[in-house]
């Protein structure tokens, strides 16, 4: 008798739904016979602007070496980050994409028996690395879309190995102060990694959000994640990193894939940390793009969760699938919540202004349908 595999799978695993990904343009234009090159994907918090020049120019060079494995120390990239962040070279891990870097968390601290704790409408991604590994999720009821970090401070038990937070927090866009995150640090016990997951922190520079490296020399029981996807524009290249004590940075090495960051991905990611204009110019492009999108929500009577993120989510006042059905059919594609526990919000990346022009006319036209 041949065995049942998916029963036969460890408990977590049987029980983890799959991460959804935002829409493909490819798969939409197949469905509906769409020509890709009018479909609008503001869907999966991509930098708009597509590559800098500087970093294609650093992929082409390397693409001589492709036949050789990559620098599975990432030595180049590990030298700019830690000069860049002010920590040790051996504080840094790298990893593929900053998903890589939550995943190596979950496999080195937790276990069955152990658990993580997260908020509601936390990022997708903590609840499948803690039940890939059988450990438990404490998930936090949020505060007005938020972390209610005191809440979760409660949640926190002798069984608790890693607490996830976001800030700015993915799909919310909700964000917490430096006090709230020094107050939160000061109480969470020592026995309890606290993963800070920056993904969009570059988006938020000069406003109330808290620089999570500014604590590392606190709490050695911190550690602070960050990504090439978003601002820097390399989504697709898979390049993320956390910063922690040389310990943590050790314990994850041990379990990392030995040459997790490809070469063209290294050598893009140094070429893109070093182009502070790049930078500039998408973090100027998302403030001007959150405004226009949010001045179209206001003419549409539509309300909005508050983000200092890369995109924003809409509050359509009713259960939003039909309208994100609709949006497919005009060939916009957006992020629907539902899974994240918000049925009547759509998550929009901010796009280009004509990309978000072109979003808001589909959205007027699919709300006038009814
Ligand atoms: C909050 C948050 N953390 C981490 C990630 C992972 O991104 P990546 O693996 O591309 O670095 C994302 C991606 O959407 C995110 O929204």
Same mark, same amino acid.
């Given at each position: 008798m041949s065995g049942n595999f998916l029963t036969l799978a460890q408990?977590?695993?049987?029980?983890?739904?799959?991460?959804?990904?935002?829409?493909?343009?490819?798969?939409?234009?197949?469905?509906?016979?769409l020509d890709p090159a009018n479909i609008v994907k503001l869907a999966?918090?991509?930098?708009?602007?597509?590559?800098?020049?500087?970093?294609?120019?650093?992929?082409?060079?390397?693409?001589?070496? !492709?036949?050789?494995?990559?620098?599975?120390?990432?030595f180049a990239l590990k030298s700019l980050?830690?000069?860049k962040c002010g920590v040790e070279l051996n504080q840094v891990t790298l990893g593929n994409?900053?998903?890589?870097?939550?995943?190596?968390?979950?496999?080195?601290?937790?276990?069955p028996g152990l658990n993580a704790v997260f908020s509601e409408h936390a990022f997708a991604v903590y609840p499948i690395v803690t039940q890939a590994v059988g450990a438990d999720a404490k998930v936090v009821p949020a505060k007005e879309w938020g972390h209610d970090l005191p809440a979760m401070l409660a949640a926190i038990d002798a069984q608790t190995r890693v607490?996830?937070?976001?800030?700015?927090?993915?799909?919310t866009g909700t964000w917490f102060d430096a006090q709230a995150l020094s107050d939160f640090l000061q109480d969470v016990?020592?026995?309890?990694?606290?993963?800070?997951?920056?993904?969009?922190?570059?988006?938020?520079?000069?406003?109330d959000l808290p620089n999570g490296l500014d604590f590392l020399a606190a709490y050695p029981?911190?550690?602070?994640?960050?990504t090439f996807s978003k601002a820097y524009g390399l989504a697709s290249l898979r390049v993320g990193y956390g910063l922690s004590t040389a310990v943590v940075a050790d314990v994850l090495n041990r379990v990392r894939q030995p040459f997790n960051v490809n070469s063209l991905a290294l050598a893009a990611a140094c070429a893109a940390v070093k182009d502070a204009e790049y930078l500039e110019e998408g973090r100027r492009l998302n403030e001007s793009g959150m405004l226009q999108l949010q001045e179209g929500f206001r003419e549409l009577g539509?309300?909005?969760?508050?983000?200092?993120?890369?995109?924003?989510?809409?509050? !359509?006042?009713?259960?939003?699938?039909?309208?994100?059905?609709? !949006?497919?059919?005009?060939?916009?594609?957006?992020?629907?919540?539902?899974?994240?526990?918000?049925?009547?919000?759509?998550?929009?990346?901010?796009?280009?202004?004509?990309?978000?022009?072109?979003?808001?006319e589909a959205l007027a036209k699919v709300l006038a349908r009814g």
């Open positions: 408990p977590g695993v049987q029980q983890l739904s799959p991460y959804v990904p935002g829409k493909p343009v490819d798969e939409l234009a197949r469905e509906l016979n999966s918090n991509e930098n708009p602007l597509g590559p800098s020049p500087k970093v294609l120019a650093a992929i082409r060079e390397e693409l001589a070496e !492709l036949t050789r494995y990559p620098d599975g120390n990432g980050l830690a000069q994409g900053s998903n890589d870097i939550l995943e190596l968390v979950g496999r080195a601290y937790l276990a607490v996830f937070i976001a800030n700015p927090n993915n799909p016990p020592e026995h309890v990694l606290v993963v800070l997951d920056e993904a969009y922190i570059e988006y938020a520079k000069g406003s029981n911190l550690l602070v994640s960050r539509l309300g909005w969760i508050p983000s200092k993120g890369n995109f924003i989510c809409v509050d !359509l006042g009713q259960v939003a699938a039909p309208v994100f059905q609709g !949006l497919l059919r005009e060939g916009v594609i957006v992020r629907p919540t539902a899974n994240y526990g918000m049925p009547n919000h759509l998550r929009i990346t901010i796009g280009l202004p004509a990309e978000n022009a072109r979003f808001l």
